[in-house]
């Protein structure tokens, strides 16, 4: 990414308290992170690196952005933000050049027509032409004689029918189509189904059809792989009708749907949709739960002890 958006607001009540060196630490771990489209290195001496931390105070205003602005995942500090920028741009990036390529076929495509339609004007022309021109052979380049020669009248039975009459010579008959074509048995791919539910849901929620190229094969191959060919075509529709928030803002991309596949499985089986805010509620109440926990656990031996007595 060459650009992103930064709100300045947003971002001065996010960092009023950082000091000068976290200030500057934080904005180049952005720049970088939005540039490389990437997680920040796990390794804090990498990432000093890369936005060039080099005394001991710059490293250490480093460390201490890293733990308070993002999240440690297997591949490197994530943040959430930073995340769903960068699949959004990626997903307005395909749109930006499906519609480019739409535009430049209709200009093919006139080009094209413009061309058929004078030599189709041309063609014409020549076939007016040869109907005209006579079709009886001429002996010697001499017109033939109007006047019947009796001496040479003999019956000429090669346009004659059974009961006497004559007949037109045949219509000369059309080819037959070469055979191999497309619809001669040509096996089905495995993902075919798979993107036909994917692109109906898809063109039902956002009104046009998604993009479909070799990063669109990958992707379409990954989740059959994953999810068998029988419920592949299910959980990407169920995928395009998701309310999650970082799916609708991504414009529900494939890629989304690849890297939560079992997730989708699951909540599709279910007939349940688990959006970021329901998942927080959850992780709450789980804590809340692990708080209290211990004084339940008490409490009930209390009342064990004293139904004993």
């Known amino acids: 990414m060459n650009f992103y958006k930064h709100h300045l607001g947003d971002y001065a009540a996010a960092t009023s308290h950082l000091t000068w060196d976290e200030d500057c630490a934080y904005r180049r771990l952005l720049d970088q992170y939005y540039k490389r489209e990437a997680a920040i290195p796990a390794d804090p001496k990498d990432a000093c690196r890369w936005i060039r931390a080099t005394s001991a105070r710059q490293r250490k205003a480093v460390e201490s952005v890293l733990h308070e602005f993002f999240t440690l995942e297997a591949d490197g500090w994530h943040q959430k933000r930073c995340d769903e920028e960068i699949v959004q741009a990626n997903a307005q990036a395909e749109t ?69 009459g004559t007949t037109s010579p045949r219509t000369p008959r059309l080819s037959t ?4 074509s497309a619809a001669a048995g040509k096996p089905e791919a495995p993902t075919t189904a798979t993107w036909a539910a994917y692109s109906e849901a898809y063109a039902a929620r956002y009104g046009q059809a998604p993009v479909r190229n070799a990063t ?3 992707l379409l191959a990954n989740v059959v792989a994953r999810l068998g060919g029988a419920e592949a075509p299910l959980v990407a529709a169920f995928y395009v009708g998701h309310q999650h928030r970082l799916y609708v803002s991504a414009g529900h991309a494939l890629n989304l749907l690849v890297r939560d596949a079992e997730k989708l499985r699951t909540e599709w089986a279910t007939g349940r949709q688990v959006t970021g805010t329901q998942a927080a509620q959850a992780d709450k109440t789980q804590t809340n739960f692990n708080a209290f926990a211990p004084m339940l656990a008490e409490a009930q031996q209390q009342e064990t002890d004293h139904a004993k007595h």
């Not at 020669?149 to 003999?154: P, R, V």
């Open 177 to 180: 189509p070469p055979v191999g």
């Open 216 to 218: 669109v094969n990958g």
């Open 96 to 164: 930006n050049k499906r519609i480019a390529d739409d535009r430049e076929a209709r200009r093919k495509a006139r080009f094209v027509n413009d061309s058929s339609t004078g030599q189709q004007g041309r063609n014409t022309g020549e076939r007016a032409r040869v109907v005209h021109e006579p079709s009886t052979p001429t002996h010697g380049g001499r017109e033939p004689s109007q006047t019947p020669d009796s001496t040479s009248q003999t019956p000429d039975t090669r346009h004659q029918t059974p009961s006497g």
